[in-house]
């Protein structure tokens, strides 16, 4: 088995079927995020006595498990190898729900599945980041994973209005086999390597620990909007039509499709600050501005501005990793960030003042910015 899915001559890391390969198998081990609309849908649509966010809670706190456990080891072991048991370990799990039924079987799959796609995202992040553009890698990344959201939401109430909560979990299972065979095409290793003789060069540098403090600060204030734009919505009075959420929902892959197109012409400050403005003007809009127009504009520059600073903050974290040992931590910061800002979202929820709302997602975001822009001269 061995000499047929590994006896490969190795990928470049740098070659776009390779980075390719890597995103799409991000994306497959992602199915479950991306899905999250139609399953939390389906929850309430069959009454099943399950919270709709507690599946996704429980795979997004194995997820952060799975990629702090995964800094032991993504530069000793076989990326390839890795992405493929993330995979096969992933789609099995999420295939046991629809032949055992309880809630503690779907617990405990959704809890694995979890686990091991923590293993295989972690490698995903750590392969783009060991790129020599890895700003044009995130970005690849986040405008795949975007614009896959969008026609999944497009798509929710006719192509898949006759699928079952169970039915869309073998779906994700089937998404999580895919990246058994794009893990062949994957490089094997990276260009980093822990020293195991000197540790000093494996440590956590005062700059790296800056860069992911901004990370998770930029990624806490844009969970608190993510997570509350639907409540804004209703709370503002507003209809907003199937048009507008599709505007809405294709800002933030533009955003990522600048940072591709701009890449590392422009270094780190200037995206930094552009992306801080640009949220901040935002935030004046959704204030000032009440009404579908101001919510529209509003929400569009948010989602741009995020897509746009999130690909440069993970590539500038990659590079402070100069050994490379800390890479899943560009999976771990962002996530915790965004699973913070849902919690704390909640709190918001059934107020109709939401100037608080505005003042800590601009403070949140610029005081992130400050220590990227720090952690960006330490270099």
Known sequence: MSSILFEKKRANINGAGARLATILVGLCLSAFWLGQPFLQRQIAAEALAIHPWLPSGIFSLMVLLGGLLSIFFIRLGDWR???????????????????????????????????????????????????????????????LLG????????????????FSFQQGLLGVAAAAF?????????PSSGSKRISLLNDQGNQLSAGLLAALAGSLLLFLGSGLLWYLCEPLASAMALAVSAQSELVLMLAGPVGAMVAAILANRAGYAVPFVVAAVILLAALALLQFLPGETGYLTG?????AAVFFAAAYVLALIAQLDGSGR?????????????????????????????????????????????????AGKSR
């Not at 896959?148 to 929710?156: A, D, N, W, Y």
């Not at 931590?329 to 100037?355: D, I, Q, R, S, T």
Request: with cysteine.
């Open 81 to 143: 190898r890795l992405s493929l048991i993330a995979g096969l370990v992933s789609g099995a799990a999420f295939l046991l729900p629809g032949f055992v039924a309880g809630n503690a079987v779907l617990w405990s799959s959704v809890a694995l599945a979890g686990l091991f796609a923590g293993f295989g995202l972690s490698v995903v992040v750590t392969c783009l980041g060991d790129t020599a553009t890895p700003v044009r890698s995130f970005a690849g990344l986040l405008l």
């Open 147 to 162: 614009l896959v959201s969008t026609g999944l939401e497009q798509i929710q109430e006719t192509l898949l209005a006759g």
């Open 178 to 186: 895919v990246a058994i065979p794009l893990s062949r095409l994957m």
């Open 299 to 303: 929400f569009s520059l948010v989602a």
């Open 326 to 374: 800390f890479a899943p931590l560009l999976l771990v910061a962002p996530l915790a960030g965004l699973m913070l800002g849902h919690l704390v979202a909640g709190k918001f929820a059934a107020g109709e003042n939401f100037l608080l709302l505005w003042g800590g997602t601009a403070t949140l975001w610029v005081a992130g910015t400050l220590l990227l822009l720090w």
